[in-house]
């Protein structure tokens, strides 16, 4: 998720742990990247946020610290503009669970995988 001009509001946290709570998904790991306006990225600890944003993602549990690293750092910070920050999710779909079982237990192989963007998906189920 993209933040231009570094603006991290904490806003999201909660909605993220909705679908926790929910078992819709499982945080493995989060990780913030910061570019700044000349260019030079960092990665920033949650407890290094602004007050306002860190305790609300501090509650967020995940299940594998540091699952996501330097190198995760790095493939974003070549799209990302200066000035702008990026949180980079890593979750588990946790609701396909048991359709995951099944498929495995009927033999079932994945043969491609695509990613509707949500504005297409949203205009498709609207008639538009």
């Known amino acids: 998720l993209g933040f231009p001009g570094n603006k991290f509001t904490g806003k999201i946290a909660p909605a993220l742990m ?3 709570d929910s078992g819709t998904v499982r945080v493995i790991d989060l990780l913030f990247v910061s570019k700044d306006a000349d260019g030079v990225t ?5 407890s290094d946020l602004d007050p306002e944003t860190g305790p609300a ?3 967020v549990s995940v299940a594998e610290a540091g ?6 750092a790095e493939e974003v910070a070549d799209d990302l503009p200066p ?3 990026a949180l980079l999710i890593a979750f588990e779909n946790s609701w396909a669970a048991k359709f995951v079982a099944a498929c495995r237990e009927a ?4 043969i491609d995988q695509i990613r509707i963007p949500a504005d297409v ?3 498709a189920l609207s008639g538009s």
């Not at 960092?42 to 949650?46: L, Q, R, V």
């Not at 699952?67 to 995760?72: K, S, V």
């Not at 033999?107 to 994945?110: F, L, R």
């Open 42 to 46: 960092t990665t920033i600890d949650i």
């Open 57 to 59: 993602f501090m509650e």
């Open 67 to 72: 699952a996501l690293g330097p190198e995760d």
């Open 83 to 85: 000035n702008s920050s």
């Open 18 to 20: 909705e679908l926790v």
């Open 121 to 123: 998906a949203e205009a």
């Open 107 to 110: 033999d079932a192989v994945v």
